[in-house]
């Protein structure tokens, strides 16, 4: 790598995509460095792409002509080729000379099935280059650091792990959402659980939706109907407990989390899981799968459930919802762990990162 670093840029991309887990990391990361170094880090950011104002107001922002593939792929390594360029979302370009690169997980080799196949030869392709070719890796679980050795090859020593925050939710203002079905629980006063994810086949809602629908469960599901550009044809899936309500606004979704009876993360495979953070520290009870890196990330703030039986998540609900005493213990357990996430401990952790790759803070 040589010489060091001229100035430290950040890849914007994240910015022009809707928000997911994977964005919403690389928002929060990047707020808390441009404030902690104003004027100190450049912002590039494809055409047409909106910063927000906490953003641009601290950093020096450099919108290119260029957009999406071209933007990250072509003209960002050229760009930043005396920098070190640092990338959170996700997609990085592959071409950079000295990049800080995140890695949030290797779903991609893990669960192939789940993804198109256009989609998933592109996104191992990057990811293997990247792995060889990046100054440092980031990533968000020590679970997710193992994984990167066992499918990448990814040294230890080249890893760093910055976990998300769940403090970005206290800023949320919870505004009620017009959802039938949300409505229908309310007025008879029964249980329903809310669910974040895709119909990705790795995040495992079906058979969760199968259980809590022959038990009489209603549920309503954020995010599920999004995202069929990307992954594969998940299939028919009706429910008539089931309110599917689309992407929601953040105060939306913070209104679900306080209502429901549980929130109900039946994925069987994530890097961090950061809606279960979410949860936890709004005071929404969690149940989830013991299944990567959720006993690491959730610890004793919710209830895990075996991969292979569904009921024991509807036997969790049920139990939540019939003893207080019990949901009163889950909920404070929940927010003692959520309380070890916070978006400044991990921007400390990331300076240390940086700093290792040669960017004198």
Known sequence: MGHRPRALAVNGRFLSQATT????????LTTCLVARHPGRIVLHVPQGTTVPAEIADA???????????VFEQVVLPWLTRRDLLLSLGGPAPVLARRQVATLHDVSVFRHPETYSRGFRTWYRAMYRLLARRATRVLTVSDFSAGELQAVLGVAPSRVDVVPNGSDHVDRFSPQRPHLGGVETALADGGPWVLCVGTFARHKNLVPALDALEAAGLRSVVVGAR??????ADAGPARWSHATFAGRLSDDELAWLYRAATAFVFPSLYEGF??????AQRIGCPVVALRAGPMAEVAGDGAVLCDVDDARQIVDAVREISADPARRTALVEAGQRNAARYTWDA???L???ALAEAGWDA
């Open 21 to 28: 887990g994977t964005q919403r990391y690389a928002l929060e």
């Open 59 to 69: 950093a020096r922002v450099r919108e290119s002509r260029a957009t999406g593939q």
């Open 226 to 231: 999004g995202g069929t550009r990307v992954f």
């Open 273 to 278: 899981g950061i809606p279960v953070v979410e």
């Open 346 to 348: 991990s921007a400390n």
């Open 350 to 352: 990331l300076e240390k």
